[in-house]
């Protein structure tokens, strides 16, 4: 047999953990898979209390750059999170010949560009599975089993924190407070779970699905971001009146003008599959021409099943460590200059369907007012559902529209809004039907 591929991994938290236990409970499996071992041989840990019970035998720094200069080490595992000193102990490792798997989205999402190109310099690997959707092998899905697609969009549930917060509020009636705390207890949050509930760690994740969708270079900053912490209980149960549910969702899609890349609250159809995702599981829809629509499930979050795609990664890079680097798949699926530049396009140009809460005084004729506003943008009302509450003085119209370019519906709202009628700000959310667009067949 050929000696053991040496691994080093810095970081010893929630996924570090995981990576040990997962590399030693199935280290049999795994040697008969890459016909070698996969020995963790060096980590880096801040907190020797990590360590406890993991039955870790080889090298312990507390200095990352200890791993980085080390000779004997084949992989670099980045599980520390953050994005300043990850992103020089990649370049330097990148540097000094070493492959790397990182868990980091929002290193990658930053400066992936950057990363990416300086690894194709040193003819090493940069595999990062866990950095999307915890377990689920999307990035190998999309950039290997559907490489003979043109990919139109695709549609996530990629939060597991933020997923599970929803469905403990407007399933169990927790508070966001206490939902956010579980989720941090179960190791589904991000160091700053402000990442998780603003959007941010989404965006990171179809950030970079589009590029390996589209071929297009990593483009974080021109991702639309909206996060969970306006929904009231209120959307939730009128949108389950007009047959939807609320999902945080990311979505990359490719229209004739461009990439639309964007993160935001969603009403989904309820008998959709994807409406069905509850808890710390993702889910990502692919639609694509000639495969149709494919759907992609699994645990989203936490230690053992992010350490999965982290010990997959690890068995590829093992598998074409050996091979010419012009052999091995391309980092973004594409071929590195091959990328292209598409436009990103800005929020006020997707197209979509929208839902909208206007809270308005309770008297005749606001309704055509709100209907006239729509019209004079070319904009349809596709239902409506106001309630009558006895004795008070405003009720919420709410409102389902037809696509609609969302430049058109920014001026209506502007308009409704200044209505003396209309009592508080409107709300708006994007509706998406996932509706599998022309194939082949
Ligand atoms: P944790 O905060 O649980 O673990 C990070 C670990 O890195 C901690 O043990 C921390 O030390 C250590 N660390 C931080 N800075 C240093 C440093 N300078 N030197 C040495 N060690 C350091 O995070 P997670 O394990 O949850 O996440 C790690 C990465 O994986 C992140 O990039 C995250 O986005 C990503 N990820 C996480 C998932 C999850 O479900 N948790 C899923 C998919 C990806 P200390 O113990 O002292 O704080
Ligand atoms: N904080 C992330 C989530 C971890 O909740 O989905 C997985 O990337």
């Known amino acids: 047999m050929a000696d053991p591929v040496r691994v080093g991994m810095v970081g010893m938290g929630t996924v570090g953990q995981g990576t040990v236990r997962v590399l030693s409970q199935n280290a049999a499996e795994i040697t008969r898979r890459v016909g070698r071992e996969l020995r963790l041989v060096h980590v880096c840990v801040r907190t020797p209390s990590r360590l406890e019970n993991l039955g870790f035998a080889g090298r312990v720094s507390t200095d990352p750059w200890a791993l980085v200069g080390d000779p004997e080490l084949d992989v670099l595992v980045e599980v520390m999170g953050g994005t300043d000193l990850a992103r020089e102990l990649l370049l330097a490792a990148i540097a000094a010949g070493k492959h790397v798997v990182t868990a980091n989205k929002a290193l990658l999402a930053e400066h992936g560009e950057e990363i990416f190109a300086a690894a194709q310099r040193h003819g090493v690997m940069v595999a990062f599975e866990a950095a999307v959707a915890g377990a ?100 939730v149960a009128f949108a389950a009146e007009l047959g939807y549910r609320i999902k945080l969702l990311g979505v990359a899609r490719r229209r004739s003008q461009g990439v639309e890349l964007r993160v935001h609250p969603t009403l989904i159809p309820a008998d959709h599959l994807l409406a069905h995702v509850e808890g710390p599981f993702n889910a990502i829809l692919v639609d694509s021409d000639a495969a149709g629509q494919s759907l992609y499930y699994g645990r989203g979050a936490g230690g053992d099943p992010t350490a999965s795609a982290i010990v997959a990664d690890l068995v590829d890079v093992a598998r074409t460590m050996t091979a010419d680097p012009c052999h091995r798949v391309p980092h973004l699926a594409f071929q590195a200059d091959a ?80 209505l003396r009628v209309v009592a508080e700000p409107i709300l708006r959310l994007r509706v998406e039907n996932l509706r599998e667009e022309e194939s082949f067949s």
């Open 136 to 235: 689920i092998p999307i990035i190998k899905a999309v950039r290997e089993g559907l490489a003979g697609n043109r990919i139109h969009w695709v549609a996530g549930i990629i939060n597991g924190t933020s997923n599970y917060i929803l469905s403990q509020m407007f399933r169990e009636g927790w508070s966001f407070a206490e939902a956010l705390a579980k989720a941090q207890e179960l190791g589904y949050a991000e160091a700053d779970p402000s990442l998780d509930v603003d959007g941010g760690d989404a965006a990171h994740k179809i950030t970079l699905m589009a590029s390996i969708a589209f071929g297009i270079p990593v483009s974080f900053a021109h991702c639309h971001v909206e996060g969970i912490r306006q929904l009231q209980g209120v959307d």
């Open 339 to 418: 990328l292209e530049p598409l436009p990103l396009l800005p929020i006020s140009e997707i197209q979509c369907a929208y839902y909208l809460r206007i809270q308005a005084e309770n008297r005749p004729g606001v309704l055509a007012q709100v209907a006239t506003l729509l019209a004079e943008q070319g904009i349809s009302i596709e239902a409506l559902v106001q309630k009558e509450i006895p004795g008070a003085a405003t009720v919420p119209i709410v409102l389902l529209l037809q696509q609609c370019r969302e430049g058109d519906l920014d001026v209506a709202l502007q308009r409704i809004q200044a």
